[in-house]
Each structure stands twice: as structure tokens, then as C-alpha cells.
């Protein structure tokens, strides 16, 4: 992550809610609450965030650049369920994860985003794509020092059709299984790129421009990181500041009319440097987490409608 942006969000977060942020409508969500600490000392900075689709209430997250390919999973209590090294990976600069299809029916795959270019420097930039690990009483005792092996990873690579752009945001369509960027911008609009699958590997493949989104922000679009929920109808993203959401028209059929509505900002709690987000499983709460060790998660829950009881 960029320093200055980083001094910007210092400076900016108690201006930032004060200027244009229009509360969500539907759905609306409860106030932030932490409701674990990750307790993996290997975990110092964790920058992407998705829900397990093979083992419910388990997250995967990674470290930003520095780390090595390495994920980890947890669950809603912070305790550790297994630490993995993607096989065949290389982690330049990786800052977001997401789950979808792939290449097997009915399996389900992470996705993990190489796509952090502080300096624009990126050619081309990266996904993973591996198999997700399967889980055992085992796997939560490995550590980093003796990490499992995934199955091997998929090296989609991908390039910008007009230039190079820095991004830390990762969201894969969970039915179509196509890539989104969203590029990470100070004081300006992010633009979101489309990768559509399925993908060759060893090609690269050139992403569509869909356009830009107006982030609601004094300073813009400095996304950190993003998620679609399970049933593709809401995307999920965030900033240092707040979580953003946006709801796919209910009759559209066409996922890419979600980028032309307006979003609604939501209080995420307190992060230290929030770069992650993502969907429950059941797409009921939004969990986020924060860079440095034993980062806070934290959820938000949508509040029940007028006339119906919160599930305790």
C-alpha cells in the first residue's frame, strides 16, 4: 500500500463520513461488532477476505506483500483451521481474495488477486486460481513453518486495456466465474475492469473497461478491497473509512448494471487499515478485517425488516 494514501487515511477519517456518504436503504446494516481476534501470529497483515463455500464459518485470508503464497484459514471464534502453501504461486504483491467456480462442476476455488502496483509498473498483473483446501481437525495445527500444500494453482494472467493501474480489490462472479478489478484511486473515480471466463492459462488476457463508480468519499477511490455475495445481487467494497454496497436492480438479469447504481456507505468499526471485506456465507452480515497482528473481525449484521425478530 501507497504510504501517502496511507497518511491520507489518517489524516482524512474523521472528515471523511461528513461529506456525501448517503446511509444504505435496503439493506440496512446493524453497528459494527467484533466478534473475534485472529489469533494466528503469521496473520500480520491481512488484506483479503472470503468466506470458506466447503467448510461454513471458516475465512481465507493472506497476508499482503512481503509474506510469501501463503493462505489462511480461520473461523468465527479466531482460531486457525490451516495454513497452506499455494503450490506453483508467486506472491509479488497479492491483495484480495475471492471464491467461484472453475474448471471442475461443482468444486469450489479461491481466487487470489497479485494485483497491488503501488508504482504502475505492472506489465501485466495476476489471479491465482487454486482448488480450496479441505479442512480437518489436522489442518488446524499446521503452522507456516510446516504448511500444506494446495493443489496446484492456475496462473491467470491479465493486462489493462489502457495503461497500468494500482488495485486491491478482487471479486469473481460466483456463477459466470468472471474476474472484476477495481482500480485504486486518490481523489478521483475507480474504474472497474471484466476478465470473462473461462481462461487459458499461459495467455494473457486482456481486461474490458466497464466504466467508472463513484465512490461516495472525500478522497475518492482508494478501494481496498471488495466481494459479491453468493447469489450475485449485491457487491461488497471498502475503503480505510467505511464498507460501500451496491444492489443489483431486481429486474436485471445483466450483473454489470450493479457498477451503474448509486452505493451506500455503512460504519465497518474501528480498523487499524481496513483492506478487506466479505459476504457471510448466507449473505445475512458483511465481516471485515484489519491489517497487524491479532486483527480485530468484525461483522455487521443486516437488520431485520419492521414487524420480524433478530435471530439470536
Same mark, same amino acid.
Given at each position: 500500500?501507497?504510504?501517502?494514501?496511507?497518511?491520507c487515511a489518517?489524516v482524512?477519517?474523521?472528515?471523511c463520513?461528513?461529506f456525501?456518504?448517503q446511509r444504505?436503504?435496503?439493506?440496512?446494516?446493524?453497528p459494527?461488532t467484533?466478534i473475534?481476534t485472529?489469533k494466528?501470529?503469521?496473520?500480520?497483515e491481512?488484506?483479503?477476505?472470503v468466506?470458506s463455500?466447503?467448510?461454513?464459518?471458516?475465512?481465507?485470508?493472506?497476508?499482503?506483500?512481503?509474506?510469501?503464497?501463503f493462505?489462511?484459514?480461520?473461523?468465527?471464534?479466531?482460531?486457525?483451521? %490451516?495454513?497452506f502453501?499455494?503450490? #506453483?504461486a508467486?506472491a &509479488? @504483491?497479492?491483495?484480495?481474495i +475471492?471464491a467461484?467456480?472453475?474448471? !471442475?462442476?461443482?468444486?469450489?476455488?479461491?481466487?487470489?488477486?497479485?494485483?497491488?502496483?503501488?508504482?504502475s509498473?505492472?506489465?501485466e498483473?495476476?489471479?491465482?486460481?487454486?482448488?480450496?483446501?479441505?479442512l480437518?481437525?489436522a489442518?488446524?495445527?499446521?503452522?507456516?513453518?510446516?504448511?500444506?500444500?494446495?493443489?496446484?494453482a492456475?496462473?491467470?494472467?491479465?493486462?489493462y486495456?489502457?495503461?497500468k493501474?494500482?488495485?486491491?480489490a478482487l471479486?469473481?462472479?460466483?456463477t459466470?466465474?468472471?474476474?472484476?478489478?477495481?482500480?485504486k484511486?486518490?481523489?478521483?473515480?475507480?474504474?472497474?475492469?471484466?476478465?470473462?471466463?473461462?481462461?487459458?492459462?499461459?495467455?494473457?488476457?486482456?481486461?474490458?473497461?466497464?466504466?467508472?463508480?463513484?465512490?461516495?468519499s472525500?478522497? %475518492?477511490?482508494?478501494?481496498t478491497? #471488495?466481494?459479491?455475495? &453468493? @447469489?450475485?445481487?449485491r457487491v +461488497?467494497?471498502?475503503?480505510?473509512? !467505511?464498507?460501500?454496497?451496491l444492489?443489483?436492480?431486481?429486474n436485471?438479469?445483466d450483473?454489470?448494471d450493479?457498477?451503474?447504481?448509486?452505493?451506500?456507505?455503512?460504519?465497518?468499526?474501528?480498523?487499524?487499515?481496513?483492506?478487506?471485506i466479505?459476504?457471510?456465507?448466507?449473505?445475512?452480515?458483511?465481516?471485515?478485517?484489519?491489517?497487524?497482528?491479532?486483527?480485530?473481525?468484525?461483522?455487521?449484521?443486516?437488520?431485520?425488516?419492521?414487524?420480524?425478530?433478530k435471530?439470536?
Amino acid at each position: 500500500m501507497c504510504l501517502s494514501l496511507r497518511l491520507c487515511a489518517v489524516v482524512g477519517v474523521s472528515f471523511c463520513l461528513s461529506f456525501g456518504v448517503q446511509r444504505p436503504s435496503q439493506p440496512a446494516y446493524g453497528p459494527p461488532t467484533t466478534i473475534a481476534t485472529i489469533k494466528e501470529k503469521s496473520i500480520n497483515e491481512s488484506s483479503g477476505l472470503v468466506a470458506s463455500r466447503t467448510s461454513p464459518g471458516v475465512y481465507w485470508t493472506h497476508n499482503d506483500s512481503g509474506d510469501g503464497p501463503f493462505i489462511y484459514a480461520f473461523d468465527t471464534r479466531g482460531n486457525s483451521r %490451516g495454513i497452506f502453501r499455494v503450490t #506453483g504461486a508467486q506472491a &509479488r @504483491d497479492w491483495e484480495d481474495i +475471492a471464491a467461484g467456480p472453475g474448471p !471442475q462442476a461443482n468444486k469450489s476455488y479461491l481466487y487470489i488477486g497479485d494485483i497491488g502496483d503501488n508504482n504502475s509498473a505492472r506489465d501485466e498483473v495476476a489471479v491465482y486460481r487454486v482448488a480450496e483446501p479441505r479442512l480437518t481437525v489436522a489442518t488446524g495445527k499446521l503452522t507456516k513453518a510446516n504448511a500444506a500444500a494446495t493443489e496446484p494453482a492456475d496462473a491467470i494472467r491479465l493486462k489493462y486495456p489502457d495503461g497500468k493501474h494500482d488495485a486491491e480489490a478482487l471479486l469473481v462472479h460466483p456463477t459466470s466465474g468472471n474476474i472484476y478489478i477495481v482500480s485504486k484511486v486518490l481523489i478521483a473515480n475507480p474504474v472497474v475492469y471484466e476478465a470473462a471466463a473461462p481462461f487459458t492459462t499461459g495467455k494473457v488476457v486482456t481486461m474490458r473497461r466497464i466504466g467508472e463508480i463513484r465512490v461516495p468519499s472525500l478522497f %475518492g477511490g482508494v478501494v481496498t478491497g #471488495g466481494s459479491v455475495s &453468493r @447469489d450475485g445481487r449485491r457487491v +461488497a467494497l471498502c475503503d480505510y473509512f !467505511q464498507g460501500y454496497e451496491l444492489v443489483l436492480p431486481a429486474n436485471s438479469r445483466d450483473f454489470n448494471d450493479i457498477w451503474k447504481v448509486k452505493m451506500t456507505g455503512f460504519d465497518l468499526g474501528k480498523r487499524k487499515q481496513g483492506e478487506s471485506i466479505a459476504y457471510r456465507l448466507d449473505g445475512k452480515a458483511l465481516l471485515a478485517t484489519s491489517e497487524g497482528k491479532k486483527a480485530p473481525l468484525i461483522q455487521v449484521e443486516i437488520e431485520p425488516q419492521k414487524g420480524t425478530k433478530k435471530k439470536i
